[in-house]
């Protein structure tokens, strides 16, 4: 009896299990010719919670790429892309769902306003908990083009599809529904996945199912896959397959990964080491395959080694590989089998990845330099990057955030991250900030609990919370500063080394903690180069004071090891010899920051910056280093070969920023120059000023910015009675102020300034405001208005040096990159500075000096060409105000960046029918480096 009680016990608990199992059974028809799939579906979803549901939610990520209006619309137009917003509408996609039943009958459901993605379904019967819904969909595909996300149709013709079929949403006391932002973070409950796939001939199909049965139709290929509890389901259809599957043991690793003409058994070995060590790691995978795609490296990099061109190899072929392949697999590995949030909690996830690579490296190439091969070239091997190892590359790409207070807490939802912090900042400090704790912690507590976390939780619902509890349980250490200060804030760490007191068996150390947080430091005793002791210090408010052992110590370090990820550690430690701290280093060419020495930076700069003084060569001395630093200075002396002199300028700056504040940073100082202002006549400019900068501190992935600034612009000129652009006195000083507001978006972009100058003899007032549109049409529409008027006026009414200009600038403040800033006639003339008129054509009445108010338009003709259009009124003295105008052709190579202006009707007439029609045609040019730089830091910061 008692047996066959427990029999029947095991088969109804088998039978439970198997009935709250979810299921999706899928059959899709692949029309590849018109790029869709038509699919019939069946989900059934187990109510794990204790709610009774009336309402459920689906994810359609493949409706995101429906309009130009979708979150994911709007996340790539955020990140500078315009291929999105100016393709064709077959090429973006979309998911037409015909209908939605229960038990055969039709359902209500609707798409969430501003959320297409996204599909509530009212059931017709109320879900009770431990109960499930089965739904029956169909509906259409339209896939998308590839280039928008990597997923979707290539040029190629080959399909990379992820997140391709609609799956529930995941409900555990609240509904876990996100639009698709391109991020690779849909938040899938496990099922088991029945999928019949009928594909056309010539295709081959690559997935991390297991495949059941193929048959071979008249019209095509039948595909049967299948699997256990999967979570992510991605299918790779190619003409020409470049996948290839090696099996170890019970586990395949199919991978397409580039190899750089690697020999075979050279990549089953490499393939067999990461297969074991993952097993090593985290246990056996629950799946046949592990698909390792080329595709998701693309989307998840290997940083640094992206950047380089094929035929410049600064890492072994091999180890190149081998980390690739590693990085993904990991992140497969972790995605397919721990069921968290990912947008949630996306820094677990990251953390581990992160963690295993650095721990990989260690353990397998500890003498890997940060610049692989190159190190050893002769003139790069003299650089303190060259004695740097690959793992130090973490903490430098962390500090390009934490050192220029762009850093965002680790706890952060991931798509309220700066593309920059999602993509690399905050991998990398949740992999150091575990490196740091295992560090604290001791005796592999951390790797040792993380290893047990992933074997214990695999395919069971967690989170962070529960991995803290867990981690928490292992070490009788206090841990509370990472779980609160280090991954809920941004709070920096930065220690130092205050003061220090030697006896003949002892030393006092005063240990300074220069930021408002509880985070532990390392405390090293060092005798020529050798660790004597280590010991933590804890819970250092602000200064705290310790006696430890001499033992023939000479020198004192925080962080010696450089496990803590610090913004500062140029003041870790202190000498005991009574030497200097810090010597003082030249070195040629920037460097990576060596923190005990001073440096000093040399580099040769050939420039060309106006006509007058053509090229230049010269030598710039400074300071700054990879990572930025608060304290500034460059000394630049050039020799000019046309005007054969010496010019240059000198700047030093300061900047201090805040945390927790719209006010980010306060920058101050002063920078001076030298340079020709026309033929064989030179300019020295001196400015003192100081800036104040503000941003949304609530969300970084905001464009909205304004700035206050205050200027004194000292000039002193060598006069020439000739120069028709010349003022009555040669040196004058102006002082500035200004307000600027921008919100610098691709389909929605404003900013305004308003500006206050007051020199000697005048005293102006003007306000500028610029506008730009880019229509669901794809039409462009700019809009710039200028008001400026003199408050006092007392210069000389024959000079229009101070004057308003209508369309070129004097720039008598010296502030605009003209190249011949002084010319009346020739190509040069021509240069367009889009600045206080900003008219084209060249008028009668190119100046005033009372008033002047101007509205400059212009959009979208074709592509990039516009058509543009000036008003304006302006009013000089003792004349009556004039109405003036003009139009023409504006070719937009790259706004703002590379511009052409064609005059075509103006005040002037037809300008196209006047003689030297070219002499009329204006550019807009920019070559300043740190201008064309902008192009890139806008997608990522």
Partial sequence: MKIRLFISFILLSLYFSAYSQNKI?????????????????????????????????????????????????????????????????????????????????????????????????????????????????????????????????????????KYWYITP??????????????????????????????????????????????????????????????????????????????????????????????????????????????????????HKRLLISETDYNKDPLYGLNFLPNFLRAYPNSFEYEIKLLKVAIRNYLENTLLINPRKEQWLLDGIQTYYLITYVEEHYPNMKFLGNFADIWGIRTFHAADMHFNDKYNIAFMLMARTNRDQPLSMQKDSLLKFNSNIANKYKAGLGLKYLDDFVNSNIVENSIEEFIKNKKLKPTSSSEFEYFIKSQTNKNIDWFFSDYLTTRKKIDFKIKKVTKTEDSITVSIKNKRNNSMPVSLYSIKNDTIVSKIWVENISDVKTLTIPRNETNKLVLNYNNKIPEVNVRDNWKSLKGLSNKPLQFRLFQDVEDPYYSQVFFMPIVEFDNIYDGFTLGLKAYNKTVLRKLFNYKIQPQYAFKSKSLTGSLSLSKTHYLQNSNLYYINYGVGSSYTSYAEDLFVRKITPSVAFGFR???????????????????????????????????????????????????????????????????????FNYEYRKLFESNRQLNIRFFAGTFLKNNTDLASIYFSFALDRPTDYLFDYSYLGRSEQSGLFSQQYIDAEGGFKSKLNTPFANQWITTLNTSTTLWNYILAYGDVGLVKSKYNTSKFVYDSGIRVNLVTDYFEIYFPIYSNLGWEVSHAHYAEKIRFKITLAPQALLGLFRRRWF
């Fill in 25 to 161: 059974d899928l059959t899709a028809s692949f029309n590849l010719q018109e790029k869709q799939i038509k699919i019939s579906q069946t989900i059934t979803y187990f109510n794990t919670s204790k709610t009774v549901l009336d309402t459920i939610y689906l994810s359609n990520w493949a409706n995101s790429f429906s309009s130009k209006k979708t979150p994911l619309a709007k996340r790539i137009a955020e990140e500078y892309k315009n291929d999105f917003h100016l393709a064709k509408n077959e090429d973006r996609g979309y998911s037409v769902i015909t209908s939605i039943r229960q038990h055969n009958t039709d359902v209500f459901f609707s798409e969430l306003k501003n959320q297409p993605d996204i599909v509530k379904v009212a059931l017709n019967k109320p879900l009770k908990p431990n109960e499930a819904y089965t739904l029956k969909l169909d509906y259409l595909v339209q896939v998308p083009h590839a280039k928008f996300t990597s997923y979707g149709v290539t040029n190629g013709g080959d399909y990379n599809l």
């Fill in 169 to 286: 949403a995941v409900y555990n006391t609240d509904w876990q529904y996100y639009s698709n932002k391109n991020l690779n973070d849909l938040f899938i409950p496990k099922a088991d996945l029945n999928f019949i796939l009928q594909i056309p001939k010539g295709y081959t199909l690559i997935s991390e199912l297991d495949t059941n049965k193929i048959e071979e139709t008249t019209d095509g290929q039948t595909i049967i896959l299948e699997g256990k509890n999967r979570i992510n389901s991605s299918l790779f259809l190619s003409k020409k397959s470049t996948f290839n599957t090696i099996q170890d043991g019970d586990l395949a690793l199919v991978s397409n990964l580039p190899d750089k003409n690697l020999e075979v058994i050279e990549k089953v070995l490499i393939t067999e080491k990461i297969k074991k060590y993952l097993t090593k790691k985290f246990g056996n995978y629950p």
């Fill in 696 to 766: 949304e501190d609530d969300d970084f992935r905001s464009n909205k910015r304004k700035l206050l600034q205050f200027r004194y612009i000292d000039i002193h000129r060598d006069k020439v009675d000739t120069n028709l652009q010349s003022s009555e006195e040669p040196n004058y000083s102006v002082f500035n102020a200004r307000f600027t507001h921008s919100n610098d978006n691709l389909i929605n972009y404003n900013r305004w300034y308003a500006d206050f100058q007051l020199g000697a003899k005048f005293s102006k007032l003007s």
